[in-house]
């Protein structure tokens, strides 16, 4: 079975300093992975997605994630921190269901503070 | 890409009624899915919708507690029945979808309502 583990519930970075965000992954095949976010009062909004076609992953707002499979690790970063970017962040896994559809499985996230 | 609308928000309810959330989205979608967040946790999927069958639910939910319609390829509604205080959660719909974005594209990926935020008193 899939799943994911986010190693820090909650990580506080000065403005302007560089942030990494933990995650492993447990996958028997080559995984579908993603990184979400989760401001205060507002839905997810899909950060990346890691595909296989790169290992290195751009996503919005200067965030980029690279795949490890030797290390099964998709690690967040950005290098500079910026306040708006204090949200939850998501891990997660897609395990395909034979029913056609990617069912998502959700690490448990990691809390972001950012402090000027 | 989708954009995703809930209805209601946030609602607050006595214990033992029952609450329907409705999903409406932009456009056409083949499956659509609705997950629990409760307080402080992560998502965690309740149920798959495919338009004209029985929605498929995960394990430890069952239809009699979250029924689930699902009448045309744009909307769904998720019921809490009978609800107690432990069903206060953050309730949130979500569809595949192509994902556009600037300098991204990404195929069969899911959107995310903003979410109805549950209180049972």
């Known amino acids: 079975a899939q799943s994911v583990t986010q190693l820090d519930s909650h990580v506080s970075v000065s403005e302007g300093t560089p942030v990494l965000l933990r995650c492993n992954y447990s996958?028997?095949?080559?995984?579908?992975l993603f990184w979400y976010v989760q401001h205060p009062n507002k839905g997810l909004q899909l950060l990346l997605k890691y595909t296989s076609a790169a290992t290195l992953v751009k996503g919005i707002n200067g965030f980029e994630a690279e795949f490890k499979k030797s290390e099964t690790s998709f690690h967040l970063t950005k290098p500079s921190a910026h306040m708006s970017d204090a949200a939850e962040y998501f891990c997660v896994v897609s395990d395909h269901w034979a029913g056609g559809y990617n069912k998502l499985i959700f690490g448990a996230g990691t809390r972001l503070a950012v402090h000027p | 890409s989708a954009v995703i609308s809930q209805k209601p928000s946030r609602d607050i309810c006595q214990r033992g009624t029952s609450l329907t959330i409705q999903c409406q989205v932009d456009?056409?979608?083949?499956?659509m899915f609705w997950y629990r967040q409760q307080p402080g946790q992560s998502l965690t999927l309740i149920a798959t919708?495919?338009?004209?069958?029985?929605?498929?639910?995960e394990s430890g939910f069952v239809i009699d507690k979250f029924p689930i319609s699902r009448p045309n390829l744009t909307f769904s509604t998720l019921t809490v029945s009978n609800m107690s205080p432990e069903d206060s959660s953050i309730y949130l719909c979500s569809v595949e979808a192509e994902y556009l974005y600037p300098g991204l594209e990404y195929t069969d990926t899911q959107y995310f309502g903003p979410g109805t935020r549950l209180t049972v008193l």
């Open positions: 919708a495919n338009q004209g069958s029985e929605a498929t639910y």
């Open positions: 456009s056409q979608v083949t499956m």
């Open positions: 996958s028997s095949y080559s995984p579908s």
